[in-house]
């Protein structure tokens, strides 16, 4: 009986996690652009995350501004989110992940480049 009950407990440990919401942001960005420029449209609600391995110790260090970067990234006229929300999360106890997830909406600047068709 107590090898069963030591079993349950290692096996909720290793499953366990937590995740906790650090900001919520009107608008958010890492780029540069033109703030007074009248071409701004909202664009798709998109993800970006940052993350590191957890192997008995973490083998990284995440960080927001690399998932602020992948969120925008993901469509080449975007400069910006808004509507942005910041978890940080941990899925580990000797072994897992964790890392900030970004969320939020494209704002699309068609006056740049290559963007004066976009939706």
Do not use: W
């Not at 703030?35 to 449209?41: G, K, T, V, Y």
């Not at 975007?78 to 072994?95: E, G, P």
Request: charged share 20%.
């Amino acid at each position: 009986m107590k090898k069963m009950f030591a079993l349950a407990v290692v096996g909720v440990a290793l499953l366990s996690g937590c995740s906790a919401r650090v900001a919520d942001l009107t608008i958010g960005s890492t780029k540069n652009y033109n703030i007074n420029s009248n071409h701004f449209i909202k664009g798709a609600r998109v993800t970006g995350e940052d993350s590191a391995p957890v192997v008995i110790f973490p083998l990284g260090i995440p960080n927001v501004k690399t998932a602020i970067d992948n969120a925008i990234e993901k469509d080449k006229c975007s400069v910006a989110l808004s509507d942005l929300v910041v978890t940080q999360y941990n899925h580990s106890f000797l072994f897992g992940k964790f890392g900030f997830i970004v969320e939020g909406n494209q704002v699309i600047d068609r006056s740049q480049p290559g963007c004066e068709h976009a939706n």
